[in-house]
């Protein structure tokens, strides 16, 4: 009897401060550095030096930007330049996906239903899952008030800008606006600054940047079951 092969995937998951590297199989995470000098070619050299001897057989990467049908479109806000139509399959030698940071964060932390994920993080990350259809969205770059967008408010630089009571009022206040345009039934709040908050907003649940790696294995799935039960948002004390 033949033995079904356990395909093992290389899952990045590409930020402003770092690029996290993980497996399918949960074993030899890794962290590179990233930030604006960080293009491409260095991420893949850095990558073949980080991951030396490692196995893998395909390659999902989620990626700060704007990605349509499995492209880069855009140039990232936080990173280097090239990233519009670089071969990563020819880079990396192994069938790849690519998917918004976000929305594999989005992907793997669904647990039915409709869904907003929001990611706080370097910027702010966004996407929704509707009934099991991941829909990407880049909403942090819209304008929001003062004449700024929506990220200038809940992303790292307002943390430290503001603090962290200010910074954490407008997420609150993001969250509900965000909330009363596009009813979702739940929140996911994740990205590395969620731990900050002291409490949730109503409707949110606290994601978990480790979520990325079950985006990245079920991008290729060829659909994402929707499980029937959803996360109860919890109350954190002050």
């Known amino acids: 009897m033949a ?31 990233s930030g604006p000098d ?24 989620g990626y700060p930007g704007v990605v349509v049908r499995g492209r880069i479109v855009g140039e990232p806000h936080n990173l280097g330049p090239g990233w519009v139509g670089f ?9 790849t996906r690519i998917v918004n940071d976000a929305a594999m964060q989005a ?28 829909a990407p ?9 003062k004449g700024k967008v929506y990220e200038e408010f809940v992303g790292e630089a307002a ?15 993001v969250t509900a606006l965000l909330v009363a345009a596009l009813e979702p039934e739940y929140v996911v709040l994740g990205g590395g600054n969620v731990r900050k908050l ?23 799935e060829p659909t994402a079951e929707s499980p029937r039960a959803r996360p109860k948002p919890r109350r954190r004390r002050r």
């Open 107 to 134: 992907l793997g932390s669904y647990q039915g239903g409709r869904m907003l994920f929001l990611g706080l993080g370097t910027g702010l990350g966004t996407a929704m899952v509707l009934d099991g259809v991941l």
């Open 198 to 220: 002291r409490r949730l907003p109503p409707r949110a649940v606290p994601g978990d940047n480790r979520n990325a790696v079950l985006g990245g294995i079920r991008l290729w």
């Open 137 to 145: 969205m880049e909403l942090a770059h819209l304008p929001y008030k």
């Open 38 to 61: 960080l293009n491409p070619e260095r991420m893949v050299k850095k990558l073949a030096r980080a991951l030396a001897g490692q196995r893998y057989d395909r390659v999902s990467i």
């Open 3 to 33: 033995t079904r092969r356990r395909w093992r995937t290389l899952i990045l998951d590409i930020g402003g401060s770092h690029v996290k590297a993980g497996f399918s199989d949960r074993t030899n995470e890794i962290k590179i550095p």
């Open 87 to 95: 071969d990563f399959e020819h880079a990396l030698g192994r069938p």
């Open 159 to 173: 943390l430290v800008r503001y603090g962290r009571k200010k910074w954490e009022r407008e997420v609150f206040d």
